[in-house]
Every structure is written in structure tokens, then in C-alpha cells.
């Protein structure tokens, strides 16, 4: 399981194969594209927050961009 980098909450793995292309379900997390770190949608809605709703929330380990998990 993956924890969250910021809090370690336990996400989800992401689902794989037919039932992640049939999965309907919103994202259960964010994960930095260039050091894969995670960040739960709670610690992700703070830092969009905290950067008063700036569009470009960036990974807290090295900076990189998040997409949903």
C-alpha cells in the first residue's frame, strides 16, 4: 500500500487491468511524476489551500508535478 508522503495515511494501490479501466471511482490520491511520491487528496486540498488556490501544487519532496493516482 502506498502512505501518503506529507501525513501516511494508507491509500489504495491503483487497479489494474479491465477493473481499472471499468473503475468509475474518483482518485484516491496524487503522485509526483518524477519521484513518485504520494499525497492523499486530503493533504493535497491543504496545499491548494495554503497556495490560495494557485493551480500548480507541486510535490513537497522534490518539486515535481502530481497527477491523480
Known amino acids: ?5 506529507n ?16 473503475s468509475f471511482s474518483s482518485a484516491e490520491g496524487y503522485e509526483c511524476t518524477s ?3 504520494t499525497l492523499c487528496v486530503e493533504c493535497k486540498r491543504e496545499k491548494v489551500i495554503n497556495t490560495m488556490g494557485g ?3 507541486t510535490c513537497g519532496v522534490c518539486g515535481g508535478r502530481l497527477e491523480p493516482r
Do not use: I
Open 55 to 57: 493551480s500548480d501544487v
Open 7 to 22: 501525513c501516511g495515511t494508507e491509500m489504495e494501490s491503483r487497479p489494474g487491468g479491465l477493473r481499472g479501466l471499468l
Open 35 to 37: 519521484c513518485g511520491a
Open 1 to 5: 500500500m502506498a502512505e501518503c508522503s
